[in-house]
């Protein structure tokens, strides 16, 4: 099943605003309806595909058939971008001028280099696609001709290995058919990001993905033993062993590379046994600063929660952190901050790191709450994205972007970003609702993860770039990483490009020109057009 082409996920699980909802929107923020409905699939104009007959055929060569390269219209809407705001505002408007001249499907390794041959002949750029579920302009190369490498056919479990507790994985492998697939053996990945319902095994270990249970499970970098690249000068296998100390760990160059190094082929992963127990629950603390120092105190002394995240006051008091239950119920302006904290495992793990955490929450001034909040997180957990189109739907503008920092440095970073954020989008006309939330911790710091929901003003995505720009300053400014688990993409590539340094960025230019020669893998994804 496709996504929807134009939103988030199964068209089946879209739902309209509440009325509680839709009169907040009106009277706080301004929104206004929508003068003008959202163009249908049919109703689009592609240009046509540049691709040439004896290209066509070459491609169909590689891949086994003509039924794999695709031209048609629906197929290249549908691979036209991600799922970014601005996005999918372009693409309800027509907007597809830059749609791949063409899908291409390949089943195999090998098939995937013999595509990157053709493509470096015929001079077509190449844009690999997983899930589509790209919220940085990760699909959207700056060179106008090329092709969307679509990696569903590479959907398989290539190997399980019990006794160390690994498997490999094809790299178009939809996270919740490898959750099943490794079920089979008593395995799961623990790796549950919001996208989880549609996102990829290799879009995973090419944007450093990080799940909802990271402070149990882990980032997936994390996860990743070893890799398989492809790359218009060969193949890339590394991770001989779970460590070494042979040089530099090239997996690290791979990890995060967003396409534009090569097109990862299968990834090894560690595994863990499925959990027998899990057990979520919910947290109250009068303010933000109190339960990040909360949150903080078990990130570094433990012991740590599977699942450990907190909302700030705002996105309490709009009932966020819930996104399922949002309008169902009044939330007191007192509510403070909702902290959820889950817990997978044996049953005697589970039951000895609650007691002990909840003695470390109590501590830090948290009111336990009870296992119903924590629940309903469990349950909407992947409802935010639906909840975004539906505040789209009702004329509204929503969009999130991410960051994180060490623990000293959280509380100049998060006003920093509000007050960017605020500021701008106040001074253009549309006062917004910014939300945040932490959902990772470490032990030296923590991510930042924010939502912001005002009126979209006559050109929305024109209207957004001054806030995104200003928001993007803000976190370098404050000591904030660019991106913590978005990817870099285009959105965030000049920013990267500070953050890295010039030598940094000459480094990785090096690294591509030697993979890359011609400039064919995602181009200016990542890094800037050379």
Excluded at 207 to 230: C, H, I, K, P, W
Aim: aromatic share 6%; hydrophobic share 40%.
């Amino acid at each position: 099943m496709d996504m929807l082409w134009s939103g988030w996920g199964d068209p089946a699980k879209a739902a309209p605003l509440p009325d509680s909802v839709t009169g907040l929107l009106r009277d706080l923020l301004g929104v206004k309806p929508r003068d003008t409905d959202a163009r249908a699939l049919d109703e689009i104009s592609v240009p046509e595909s540049s691709l040439d007959p004896a290209t066509s055929k070459a491609l169909a060569d590689a891949v086994g058939g003509e039924a794999h390269v695709r031209t048609d219209a629906e197929s290249r809407i549908r691979h036209t971008r991600g799922k970014s705001t601005p996005d999918l505002l372009r693409i309800r408007a027509g907007d597809v001028e830059d749609a791949p001249a063409a899908v291409v499907l390949p089943a195999s390794h090998d098939d995937v280099v013999a595509v990157l041959r053709v493509c470096a002949e015929h001079g077509l750029a190449v844009v690999p696609f997983g899930g589509g579920t790209s919220v940085v302009g990760g699909l959207a190369p700056e060179r106008r001709s090329f092709v969307a490498l679509d990696l569903r056919r590479m959907n398989g479990l290539l190997d399980i290995d019990p006794v160390s507790r690994t498997a490999t994985l094809q790299p178009g492998l939809r996270a919740p058919d490898a959750e099943a697939l490794l079920a089979e053996y008593g395995f799961t990945l623990g790796h549950f990001p919001q996208s989880y319902e549609w996102a990829t095994i290799g879009g995973f270990a090419a944007a450093r993905s990080s799940g909802q249970a990271s402070a149990g499970y882990g980032r997936f970098d994390e996860m990743v033993l070893g890799l398989t690249l492809a790359t218009p000068e060969g193949t890339l296998d590394v991770g001989r062993a779970p460590r070494s100390a042979a040089g530099p760990d090239l997996r690290q160059l791979i990890l995060g590379s967003e396409g534009a190094f090569g097109v990862i082929t299968a990834v090894t992963v560690r595994v863990r046994p499925v959990p027998h127990t899990r057990v979520y629950e919910g947290w109250r603390f009068a303010s933000f600063e109190e339960g990040a120092t909360a949150l903080r105190r078990l990130a570094q002394d433990g012991p740590r929660p599977t699942v450990l995240r907190l909302s700030d006051e705002t996105e309490t008091f709009v009932g966020l952190a819930q996104p399922d239950a949002i309008g169902a119920a009044e939330v007191p302006s007192s509510a403070g901050c909702m902290a959820i904290a889950g817990y997978e495992g044996t049953e005697e793990d589970t039951t000895y790191r609650r007691e002990r955490a909840a003695e470390v929450l109590r501590a830090a001034g948290g009111t336990y709450l009870g296992a119903e909040p924590g629940e309903r997180w469990a349950h909407g957990r992947y409802s935010a994205p639906y909840l975004r189109d539906s505040l789209l739907d009702a004329g509204a503008f929503a969009e999130t972007l991410e960051t994180a920092t060490f623990w000293s440095r959280i509380p100049e970073l998060y006003a920093a970003v509000r007050t960017a954020l605020t500021e701008t989008l106040t001074a253009a006309g549309t006062p917004p609702l910014v939300m945040c939330h932490i959902s990772h911790v470490y032990e030296n710091g923590a991510s930042l993860y924010f939502t912001v929901v005002s009126a979209q003003g006559d050109d929305a995505v024109a209207h957004w770039e001054p806030a995104k720009r200003a928001a993007n300053e803000a976190v370098l400014n404050a000591g904030g990483t660019i991106t913590h688990h978005h990817g870099v993409g285009t959105d965030h590539r000049d920013w990267y490009v500070r953050e890295a340094g010039p030598l940094g960025v000459e480094a990785l230019r090096a690294v591509k020109r030697r993979l890359d020669p011609d400039g064919l893998l995602s181009p200016g994804i990542l890094l800037p057009v050379d």
